[in-house]
Protein backbone atom coordinates (compact mmCIF):
# COMPACT_ATOMS: atom_id res chain seq x y z
CA UNK A 1 0.00 0.00 0.00
CA UNK A 2 1.16 3.48 -1.25
CA UNK A 3 1.66 6.14 1.85
CA UNK A 4 -1.33 8.55 0.06
CA UNK A 5 -3.26 5.32 0.28
CA UNK A 6 -2.37 4.67 4.06
CA UNK A 7 -2.88 7.86 5.38
CA UNK A 8 -5.90 8.60 3.38
CA UNK A 9 -6.91 5.32 5.51
CA UNK A 10 -5.67 6.58 8.61
CA UNK A 11 -7.89 7.88 11.59
CA UNK A 12 -8.85 11.18 11.75
CA UNK A 13 -7.64 13.96 15.47
CA UNK A 14 -9.30 16.96 15.16
CA UNK A 15 -8.08 19.93 16.22
CA UNK A 16 -9.04 19.54 20.01
CA UNK A 17 -7.94 16.19 20.14
CA UNK A 18 -4.91 16.82 18.96
CA UNK A 19 -4.54 19.67 21.62
CA UNK A 20 -5.04 17.64 24.46
CA UNK A 21 -2.65 14.60 22.98
CA UNK A 22 0.21 18.19 22.87
CA UNK A 23 -0.20 19.21 26.03
CA UNK A 24 -0.48 15.64 27.79
CA UNK A 25 3.47 15.40 26.42
CA UNK A 26 3.84 18.89 27.35
CA UNK A 27 3.38 18.44 30.81
CA UNK A 28 0.50 20.70 30.53
CA UNK A 29 -2.61 19.20 31.12
CA UNK A 30 -1.79 17.76 35.05
CA UNK A 31 1.64 19.16 36.79
CA UNK A 32 3.90 16.42 36.67
CA UNK A 33 5.49 14.88 39.51
CA UNK A 34 9.39 15.06 37.78
CA UNK A 35 12.57 16.83 38.78
CA UNK A 36 13.77 19.50 37.04
CA UNK A 37 16.21 17.34 35.33
CA UNK A 38 13.77 14.78 33.99
CA UNK A 39 11.87 17.55 32.65
CA UNK A 40 14.12 19.03 30.46
CA UNK A 41 15.32 16.04 28.87
CA UNK A 42 11.68 14.91 28.55
CA UNK A 43 11.09 17.57 26.60
CA UNK A 44 14.70 17.57 24.73
CA UNK A 45 15.20 21.53 25.92
CA UNK A 46 13.90 24.33 26.89
CA UNK A 47 13.94 27.30 24.51
CA UNK A 48 15.83 29.75 26.33
CA UNK A 49 16.55 32.94 23.99
CA UNK A 50 16.07 34.87 27.07
CA UNK A 51 17.09 33.79 30.53
CA UNK A 52 14.03 33.17 32.18
CA UNK A 53 11.52 30.96 30.34
CA UNK A 54 13.31 28.50 30.94
CA UNK A 55 12.13 28.82 34.87
CA UNK A 56 7.98 30.06 33.76
CA UNK A 57 8.17 27.10 31.36
CA UNK A 58 9.06 24.49 34.31
CA UNK A 59 7.16 26.46 36.63
CA UNK A 60 3.78 26.05 34.21
CA UNK A 61 4.64 22.01 34.38
CA UNK A 62 6.30 20.81 36.67
CA UNK A 63 4.74 19.92 40.68
CA UNK A 64 6.83 21.72 43.29
CA UNK A 65 8.93 23.48 41.36
CA UNK A 66 11.33 25.93 42.67
CA UNK A 67 13.32 28.50 40.56
CA UNK A 68 16.98 26.90 42.55
CA UNK A 69 16.19 23.19 41.02
CA UNK A 70 17.05 24.54 37.37
CA UNK A 71 19.82 27.37 38.80
CA UNK A 72 20.98 24.04 40.72
CA UNK A 73 21.16 22.13 37.08
CA UNK A 74 22.79 24.97 35.65
CA UNK A 75 25.78 25.98 38.17
CA UNK A 76 26.84 22.39 38.64
CA UNK A 77 27.16 21.91 34.74
CA UNK A 78 24.10 19.01 34.68
CA UNK A 79 21.85 21.60 32.21
CA UNK A 80 23.55 24.35 29.57
CA UNK A 81 22.62 27.19 27.54
CA UNK A 82 23.36 26.47 23.87
CA UNK A 83 22.07 26.90 20.33
CA UNK A 84 20.30 24.19 18.63
CA UNK A 85 17.53 23.51 17.55
CA UNK A 86 16.23 25.94 15.00
CA UNK A 87 19.34 27.64 15.45
CA UNK A 88 18.17 29.42 18.94
CA UNK A 89 19.07 29.13 22.64
CA UNK A 90 17.64 25.97 24.17
CA UNK A 91 18.35 24.77 28.26
CA UNK A 92 19.31 21.01 27.50
CA UNK A 93 20.87 18.85 29.94
CA UNK A 94 24.50 17.77 29.45
CA UNK A 95 24.03 14.73 28.11
CA UNK A 96 21.80 16.44 25.08
CA UNK A 97 23.75 19.02 24.69
CA UNK A 98 26.66 16.76 23.42
CA UNK A 99 24.67 14.72 20.95
CA UNK A 100 22.01 17.18 20.05
CA UNK A 101 23.89 19.91 18.79
CA UNK A 102 26.32 17.32 16.88
CA UNK A 103 23.15 16.66 15.16
CA UNK A 104 22.00 20.08 13.74
CA UNK A 105 25.38 21.12 12.54
CA UNK A 106 23.65 20.74 9.06
CA UNK A 107 21.79 23.58 10.14
CA UNK A 108 24.47 25.79 11.74
CA UNK A 109 26.36 25.17 8.52
CA UNK A 110 23.65 25.93 6.66
CA UNK A 111 23.55 29.55 8.37
CA UNK A 112 26.71 30.71 7.05
CA UNK A 113 25.82 30.73 3.80
CA UNK A 114 24.48 33.99 4.61
CA UNK A 115 27.96 35.16 5.79
CA UNK A 116 30.28 34.24 2.87
CA UNK A 117 30.72 37.72 1.50
CA UNK A 118 32.39 38.61 5.34
CA UNK A 119 34.29 35.43 5.02
CA UNK A 120 35.91 35.85 1.76
CA UNK A 121 39.41 34.31 2.04
CA UNK A 122 38.87 32.63 5.89
CA UNK A 123 39.97 29.27 6.26
CA UNK A 124 37.20 27.82 8.35
CA UNK A 125 39.17 25.28 9.86
CA UNK A 126 41.68 27.62 11.22
CA UNK A 127 39.31 29.93 12.19
CA UNK A 128 37.57 26.85 14.44
CA UNK A 129 41.10 25.90 15.61
CA UNK A 130 41.68 29.52 16.60
CA UNK A 131 38.33 30.29 18.04
CA UNK A 132 38.46 26.96 19.66
CA UNK A 133 41.81 27.76 21.97
CA UNK A 134 40.83 31.41 23.01
CA UNK A 135 37.34 30.44 24.64
CA UNK A 136 39.16 27.09 26.29
CA UNK A 137 41.93 29.61 27.57
CA UNK A 138 39.21 31.69 29.06
CA UNK A 139 35.20 32.35 28.31
CA UNK A 140 35.22 35.17 25.96
CA UNK A 141 32.41 37.38 24.81
CA UNK A 142 31.43 37.49 20.97
CA UNK A 143 32.60 40.88 21.10
CA UNK A 144 36.16 39.75 22.37
CA UNK A 145 35.59 36.75 20.23
CA UNK A 146 35.00 39.15 17.42
CA UNK A 147 37.85 41.82 18.60
CA UNK A 148 40.33 38.71 18.23
CA UNK A 149 39.82 37.04 15.07
CA UNK A 150 39.37 40.46 13.41
CA UNK A 151 42.98 40.93 14.28
CA UNK A 152 44.15 37.77 12.40
CA UNK A 153 41.63 38.18 9.11
CA UNK A 154 41.80 42.39 9.25
CA UNK A 155 39.67 42.24 5.72
CA UNK A 156 37.02 40.14 7.45
CA UNK A 157 33.48 41.13 8.53
CA UNK A 158 34.00 41.05 12.18
CA UNK A 159 30.47 40.20 13.19
CA UNK A 160 31.03 37.12 10.59
CA UNK A 161 33.80 35.91 11.56
CA UNK A 162 32.55 35.58 15.32
CA UNK A 163 29.06 34.09 13.85
CA UNK A 164 31.41 31.67 11.95
CA UNK A 165 33.04 30.78 15.16
CA UNK A 166 29.49 30.35 16.81
CA UNK A 167 28.54 28.06 13.94
CA UNK A 168 31.33 25.91 13.96
CA UNK A 169 31.88 25.37 17.45
CA UNK A 170 29.09 24.26 20.05
CA UNK A 171 29.66 27.34 22.17
CA UNK A 172 27.65 26.98 25.63
CA UNK A 173 27.11 30.33 27.88
CA UNK A 174 29.08 30.17 30.99
CA UNK A 175 27.41 30.44 34.81
CA UNK A 176 26.77 32.59 36.18
CA UNK A 177 24.20 33.77 32.76
CA UNK A 178 21.31 31.58 32.97
CA UNK A 179 21.19 31.66 36.81
CA UNK A 180 17.91 32.46 38.74
CA UNK A 181 18.24 35.98 39.65
CA UNK A 182 21.95 35.96 39.29
CA UNK A 183 22.74 35.85 35.62
CA UNK A 184 25.48 37.73 33.67
CA UNK A 185 27.06 38.47 30.53
CA UNK A 186 27.02 36.29 27.73
CA UNK A 187 30.59 34.28 27.84
CA UNK A 188 31.21 31.53 25.68
CA UNK A 189 33.15 28.46 25.91
CA UNK A 190 33.06 24.74 24.45
CA UNK A 191 30.90 22.83 25.57
CA UNK A 192 33.27 19.51 26.14
CA UNK A 193 35.24 22.43 28.11
CA UNK A 194 32.67 23.19 29.99
CA UNK A 195 31.29 19.93 31.09
CA UNK A 196 34.69 17.95 30.72
CA UNK A 197 34.31 15.43 28.06
CA UNK A 198 34.03 15.66 24.74
CA UNK A 199 30.95 15.45 22.33
CA UNK A 200 29.27 12.05 21.22
CA UNK A 201 28.49 11.33 18.32
CA UNK A 202 25.09 12.08 16.66
CA UNK A 203 22.16 9.93 17.63
CA UNK A 204 20.51 8.48 14.43
CA UNK A 205 17.63 10.50 13.58
CA UNK A 206 15.18 7.77 14.29
CA UNK A 207 15.95 8.36 17.69
CA UNK A 208 15.41 12.07 18.06
CA UNK A 209 12.32 11.08 16.18
CA UNK A 210 10.66 8.36 18.88
CA UNK A 211 11.73 11.34 21.54
CA UNK A 212 10.28 14.48 19.46
CA UNK A 213 7.16 12.14 19.28
CA UNK A 214 7.22 11.18 23.24
CA UNK A 215 7.21 15.27 23.63
CA UNK A 216 5.08 16.91 21.21
CA UNK A 217 3.68 14.28 19.10
CA UNK A 218 1.14 13.53 17.23
CA UNK A 219 3.25 15.10 14.40
CA UNK A 220 4.06 15.25 11.04
CA UNK A 221 7.49 15.15 9.09
CA UNK A 222 6.91 18.76 8.42
CA UNK A 223 6.45 19.48 12.15
CA UNK A 224 9.41 17.78 13.30
CA UNK A 225 11.39 19.70 10.81
CA UNK A 226 10.18 22.58 11.84
CA UNK A 227 11.05 22.21 15.67
CA UNK A 228 14.47 20.87 14.32
CA UNK A 229 15.52 23.26 12.16
CA UNK A 230 16.27 20.11 10.09
CA UNK A 231 15.53 18.67 6.66
CA UNK A 232 15.17 15.59 4.88
CA UNK A 233 13.61 13.40 7.74
CA UNK A 234 10.98 11.74 5.84
CA UNK A 235 13.53 8.70 5.71
CA UNK A 236 13.29 8.11 9.60
CA UNK A 237 10.01 7.93 9.66
CA UNK A 238 9.86 5.67 6.82
CA UNK A 239 11.95 3.61 8.57
CA UNK A 240 10.27 3.88 11.90
CA UNK A 241 6.67 3.31 10.16
CA UNK A 242 6.48 -0.20 11.07
CA UNK A 243 6.57 0.63 14.90
CA UNK A 244 4.39 3.96 14.80
CA UNK A 245 0.59 4.31 14.79
CA UNK A 246 -0.49 6.91 12.02
CA UNK A 247 -3.51 9.41 11.70
CA UNK A 248 -4.55 12.30 9.53
CA UNK A 249 -5.64 16.19 10.90
CA UNK A 250 -8.70 17.72 9.89
CA UNK A 251 -6.59 19.09 6.66
CA UNK A 252 -5.69 15.26 5.70
CA UNK A 253 -2.05 15.66 6.70
CA UNK A 254 -0.44 12.35 8.02
CA UNK A 255 0.55 12.15 11.51
CA UNK A 256 2.78 9.56 13.03
CA UNK A 257 2.71 8.67 16.80
CA UNK A 258 4.05 5.89 19.38
CA UNK A 259 1.76 3.65 19.90
CA UNK A 260 1.52 3.66 23.56
CA UNK A 261 1.71 7.67 23.76
CA UNK A 262 -1.33 9.32 25.85
CA UNK A 263 -4.12 10.48 23.60
CA UNK A 264 -6.69 11.91 26.08
CA UNK A 265 -10.34 12.40 25.15
CA UNK A 266 -10.95 15.73 23.43
CA UNK A 267 -13.15 16.82 26.30
CA UNK A 268 -10.30 16.68 28.69
CA UNK A 269 -10.24 19.24 31.28
CA UNK A 270 -7.18 21.85 30.65
CA UNK A 271 -6.71 24.40 33.40
CA UNK A 272 -4.95 28.10 32.30
CA UNK A 273 -1.53 27.91 31.99
CA UNK A 274 0.50 30.70 32.11
CA UNK A 275 4.06 30.45 29.57
CA UNK A 276 7.08 32.34 29.29
CA UNK A 277 7.83 34.15 25.62
CA UNK A 278 9.02 31.24 23.14
CA UNK A 279 7.99 28.58 24.43
CA UNK A 280 8.34 25.10 22.91
CA UNK A 281 4.11 24.68 22.60
CA UNK A 282 4.05 27.14 20.03
CA UNK A 283 7.07 26.54 18.06
CA UNK A 284 7.56 23.01 17.39
CA UNK A 285 4.56 22.06 14.76
CA UNK A 286 4.08 23.42 11.47
CA UNK A 287 0.93 23.72 11.38
CA UNK A 288 0.35 25.73 15.21
CA UNK A 289 -3.82 25.42 15.24
CA UNK A 290 -3.69 22.92 17.81
CA UNK A 291 -2.82 25.38 20.33
CA UNK A 292 -2.95 28.66 17.95
CA UNK A 293 -6.09 29.79 16.84
CA UNK A 294 -6.17 31.07 13.41
CA UNK A 295 -8.09 33.98 14.75
CA UNK A 296 -5.25 34.55 17.26
CA UNK A 297 -2.53 33.75 14.84
CA UNK A 298 0.45 36.49 15.26
CA UNK A 299 -0.81 38.22 18.48
CA UNK A 300 2.07 36.40 20.72
CA UNK A 301 4.20 38.68 18.90
CA UNK A 302 4.50 42.15 18.37
CA UNK A 303 7.67 43.14 15.92
CA UNK A 304 11.11 41.20 17.11
CA UNK A 305 9.19 40.79 20.71
CA UNK A 306 7.38 37.74 21.51
CA UNK A 307 5.09 37.91 25.05
CA UNK A 308 4.40 36.19 27.93
CA UNK A 309 1.12 33.84 26.59
CA UNK A 310 -1.84 32.90 28.36
CA UNK A 311 -3.91 29.37 27.43
CA UNK A 312 -7.29 28.67 28.21
CA UNK A 313 -9.19 25.66 27.78
CA UNK A 314 -5.85 24.44 26.00
CA UNK A 315 -5.92 27.31 23.41
CA UNK A 316 -4.08 30.56 23.23
CA UNK A 317 -6.04 32.91 24.25
CA UNK A 318 -4.19 35.97 26.38
CA UNK A 319 -1.07 37.38 27.10
CA UNK A 320 0.57 39.00 30.59
CA UNK A 321 3.35 40.63 31.70
CA UNK A 322 4.97 40.93 35.78
CA UNK A 323 5.39 44.40 36.58
CA UNK A 324 6.93 45.93 39.74
CA UNK A 325 3.62 45.25 41.54
CA UNK A 326 1.07 43.41 39.82
CA UNK A 327 0.47 40.51 37.69
CA UNK A 328 -1.18 42.00 34.36
CA UNK A 329 -3.77 39.93 32.56
CA UNK A 330 -4.43 40.61 29.04
CA UNK A 331 -7.34 38.04 27.83
CA UNK A 332 -8.31 38.32 23.82
CA UNK A 333 -12.08 38.01 24.42
CA UNK A 334 -14.14 38.10 27.17
CA UNK A 335 -13.34 35.79 29.21
CA UNK A 336 -16.78 33.05 31.64
CA UNK A 337 -17.04 34.17 34.93
CA UNK A 338 -15.36 30.18 35.68
CA UNK A 339 -12.61 30.49 33.33
CA UNK A 340 -11.79 34.41 34.76
CA UNK A 341 -11.44 32.60 38.43
CA UNK A 342 -9.80 30.06 36.97
CA UNK A 343 -6.98 31.66 35.18
CA UNK A 344 -6.59 33.99 38.34
CA UNK A 345 -6.11 30.72 40.77
CA UNK A 346 -3.48 29.72 38.14
CA UNK A 347 -2.24 33.18 38.63
CA UNK A 348 -1.82 33.04 41.87
CA UNK A 349 -0.09 29.29 41.76
CA UNK A 350 2.32 30.79 39.59
CA UNK A 351 3.24 33.50 41.44
CA UNK A 352 3.46 31.44 44.98
CA UNK A 353 6.07 29.55 42.50
CA UNK A 354 8.01 32.00 41.10
CA UNK A 355 8.17 34.59 43.62
CA UNK A 356 7.42 33.05 46.96
CA UNK A 357 7.32 36.37 49.71
CA UNK A 358 6.70 39.18 47.18
CA UNK A 359 3.44 40.16 47.06
CA UNK A 360 1.49 40.72 43.68
CA UNK A 361 -1.82 41.77 42.52
CA UNK A 362 -3.35 40.64 39.61
CA UNK A 363 -5.64 42.48 37.16
CA UNK A 364 -7.05 42.28 34.06
CA UNK A 365 -5.63 45.05 31.27
CA UNK A 366 -3.72 45.53 28.03
CA UNK A 367 -0.19 44.16 28.27
CA UNK A 368 0.90 45.36 24.96
CA UNK A 369 2.09 49.24 24.44
Given at each position: ?????????????????????????????????????????????????????????????????????????????????????????????????LTLRP???????????????????????????????????????????????????????????????????????????????????????????????????????????????????????????????????????????????????????????????????????????????????????????????????????????????LLVDG???????????????????????????????????????????????????????
Amino acid sequence: MTTTKRSATAPVLGTRALNRATLDRQLLLRPARMSAAEAVEHLVGLQAQNVKPPYYALAARLDAFTPEALSRLMADRSAVRIVTMRSTIHTHTADDCLTLRPLVQPARDRELVAFRKGLAGVDLDRLAALARDLVEEAPRTMGELREALAQQWPDADPQALAVAARCRLPLVQVTPRGLWERSGQVRLTTAGHWLGRAAEPAPAPEAVVLRYLAAFGPASVKDMQTWAGLTRLRAAFERLRPGLVTFRDAGGTELFDLPDAPRPDPDTPAPPRFLPEFDNLLLSHADRTRVVPPEHRGRSWQGNVAHRTLLVDGFLAGLWRLDEDALVIEPFGRLARAAREEVVAEGERMLRTMHPGTSYDIRFGAVRT
